[in-house]
């Protein structure tokens, strides 16, 4: 299994093409402590090893301390554990903006493509050395310029950008780039990140993505699903995040 931060999104989402390659679920947890039903999960799973996103200020080294009395091996992972001998592409995507993050995690997992953060103005040096020890030659940048401004698009080797005017539009934007023809796909609330992060595994697995909404259905949300046909669509978290009144009227768009 691999365990992120719950209440942080960055580590866990750029970690969703890790956990697909490594065929591990990523189970969430708070920043300092180990809950028993996140162990408990772990034990009715079988898994023996547990891979931690991010550093001592994600997940703390008392959490590590807690697996490893319980028998688990533990191991701390970086990008270069998805691609040990590189990689042609990359994406890069707001650290701190998770909702573009979250429509193409699934679509990256799938690919194969890690995915690699930035702020608005500036690239890290960890995430330039990661493109460099990657041998990158080509990178998706995904929002618009208020996520990923030109400067570091233009820094990147062989930038694309995929994007739209908002977060709803940038997530069909991405499903129109990657999608293909789908016929089932996951549904989430686009308002917070844990139900499509921790899904977002699940999706890639099932060769599809995840679309987001808000309290209601955002028509561009809908004119997809029309225009593609999807006649199956399972959601992800409860009524707070996806409210009965999106689903009845996801039932009626086909009547």
Known sequence: VIIARGDDYADALAGVPLAYHMDAPI???PKNRLLGST???IKRLGAKNVYILGGTGAVSDQIITDLRKAGLSVERISAKKMAPNGVDQVIIANGFNFPDTLSIASYAAKSGIPILLTTTNSLSKATKDAIDQLGIKSTIVVGGKSAV???VKNSLPNATRISGANRFE????IAKVFGGNQKFIY???GMDFAD???GAVLAAKDDTGVLLVSRNLPDIVKDYILEEKIVRINVFGGTVAVSDHI???LINLYR
């Open 27 to 29: 189970l969430l947890t």
């Open 39 to 41: 162990l408990d999960e």
């Open 149 to 151: 401004s030109d400067n």
């Open 170 to 173: 940038t997530n069909i934007e």
């Open 187 to 189: 549904l989430a609330t």
């Open 196 to 198: 499509a992060l921790t």
């Open 247 to 249: 689903i009845h009227t």
